[in-house]
C-alpha cells in the first residue's frame, strides 16, 4: 500500500494561496493521485487529479515532482468556505484494494 | 450531485446484532465502494464492487461482508456488529477505477 502523509492541519487567511502536501514514498508506476474536499456531515467531494508534473482546473492546481513521492495541491486566493478538511488518494489503475487515503488536512480560513 | 443515496442514515444496534446498510445510486456506474470514517484514521477502504457480483476486499475488511446483485445496489453487512464498528461509513460510486469517485451522505452506525 501506498501510505500517504499529510499535515494534520493549517491555517490561512482569506485571500492568501495555500499549498497542501502529501507525501507519498512508496507510490508505484501506474498510480494516480487525487484530491477531495469534505465539509463536516457530508461525503469528500472529488478537487483534482493527476498522474505526474501539473495539472490545473478551476478551483485549484496539482503540483506532482518527477519522483512523484509527493503531491502538493493549491488552492489560490482562499475564502471562508474553503474552510475544510483535504484528503489526498493513491490509487492504481490495476485494483481498487489498495486505494489508500491521507488522514487529511483540517483548513481553516479566517478574516 | 450524483444520484446515490445511503440508508439508513442513522442506526443504534446493540452489540451481537446483525446490520445491513444500503447504498443506491441512479448513475449505472460500474464501481461501488464502501469506507467507514474514524477520527484519526481518515477514510479506509472496506469493500468494493467492479460489477454485479464481483467484489473484492479492501484495508478493512475484517468482520464486514458484501453484496451485489443489481448495478444499483451495493449492501454492506456487519453479520455481529461490535463496538468497534462504530463508525460513520460512506459509500462511493465511480465510473472506472481511476475516474474520480462521487460519495454518499454517510450512514453514521452506533453499535451499543
Known amino acids: 500500500l501506498a501510505k500517504t502523509t499529510q499535515p494534520i492541519s493549517m491555517d490561512s487567511y482569506e485571500g492568501q494561496e495555500v499549498n497542501i502536501t502529501c507525501s507519498h514514498n512508496?507510490?508505484?508506476?501506474?498510480?494516480?493521485i487525487t484530491w477531495y474536499q469534505q465539509f463536516p456531515s457530508q461525503g469528500p467531494r472529488f478537487i483534482i487529479q493527476?498522474?505526474?508534473t501539473k495539472v490545473t482546473n478551476e478551483v485549484a492546481s496539482l503540483f506532482i515532482p518527477a519522483d512523484r513521492k509527493s503531491s502538493t495541491l493549491s488552492l489560490p486566493r482562499v475564502s471562508l468556505s474553503d474552510t475544510a478538511v483535504y484528503y489526498c488518494?493513491?490509487?492504481?489503475?490495476?485494483?481498487?484494494?489498495?486505494?489508500?487515503f491521507g488522514t487529511g488536512t483540517r483548513l481553516q480560513v479566517t478574516l | 450531485d450524483a444520484g446515490i443515496t445511503q440508508s439508513p442514515r442513522h442506526k443504534v444496534t446493540e452489540t451481537g446484532t446483525p446490520v445491513t446498510l444500503r447504498c443506491h445510486q441512479t448513475?449505472?456506474?460500474?464501481?461501488m465502494y464502501w469506507y467507514r470514517q474514524d477520527p484519526g484514521h481518515g477514510l479506509r477502504l472496506i469493500h468494493y464492487?467492479?460489477?454485479?457480483?464481483?467484489?473484492d476486499k479492501g484495508e478493512v475488511s475484517d468482520g464486514y461482508s458484501v453484496s451485489r446483485s443489481k448495478t444499483e445496489d451495493f449492501l454492506l453487512t456487519l453479520e455481529s456488529a461490535t463496538s468497534s464498528q462504530t463508525s460513520v461509513y460512506f459509500c462511493?460510486?465511480?465510473?472506472?477505477?481511476?475516474?474520480?469517485?462521487?460519495f454518499g451522505p454517510g450512514t453514521r452506525l452506533t453499535v451499543l
Open positions: 448513475e449505472n456506474h460500474r464501481y
Open positions: 493527476g498522474y505526474k
Open positions: 464492487s467492479y460489477g454485479v457480483k464481483d467484489t
Open positions: 512508496n507510490i508505484a508506476t501506474n498510480d494516480y
Open positions: 462511493a460510486i465511480s465510473e472506472s477505477i481511476s475516474n474520480e469517485q462521487f
Open positions: 488518494l493513491v490509487g492504481t489503475t490495476g485494483t481498487a484494494s489498495k486505494l489508500t
